[in-house]
């Protein structure tokens, strides 16, 4: 059974640094594109960042882009997110996601497997 398990979440002030990890069980997924996305209360899951299997190709959102950094581990089955200079509205359950395929994805359809999620408050 495929599970995916989300750490590294908490609550930190603006400016401060987080760095959440996923680390996937069940079957290996070096082949596989990987993701983070998150929800803020009231708002639809959202695009973080992503990163294709080996060649690790990454792509973020605008609104992280310069400030996150995904990454992976394939011999450790684990993905990354370096998130320094956190904003308020950086809050949300941040959850990893396993992609259908080798590329990376930014729409949740294309990803089969999720994690629970791990909350990140930002104070201000």
């Known amino acids: 059974q495929v599970q995916l398990v989300e750490s590294g979440g908490g609550l930190v002030q603006a400016g401060g640094s987080l760095r959440l990890s996923c680390a996937a069980s069940g079957r290996t997924f070096s082949r596989n594109g990987m993701g983070w996305f998150r929800q803020a209360p009231g708002k639809e899951r959202e695009f973080v960042a992503a990163?294709?299997?080996?060649?690790?190709?990454?792509y973020y959102a605008d609104s992280v882009k310069g400030r996150f950094t995904i990454s992976r581990d394939n011999a450790k089955n684990t993905i990354y997110l370096q998130m320094n200079s956190l904003k308020p509205e950086d809050t949300a359950v941040y959850y990893c996601a396993v992609g259908g395929g080798s590329s990376y994805y930014t729409q949740p359809y294309e990803y089969p497997y999720w994690g629970q999620g791990t909350q990140v408050t930002v104070s201000s």
């Open positions: 990163i294709s299997s080996t060649v690790s190709r990454t």
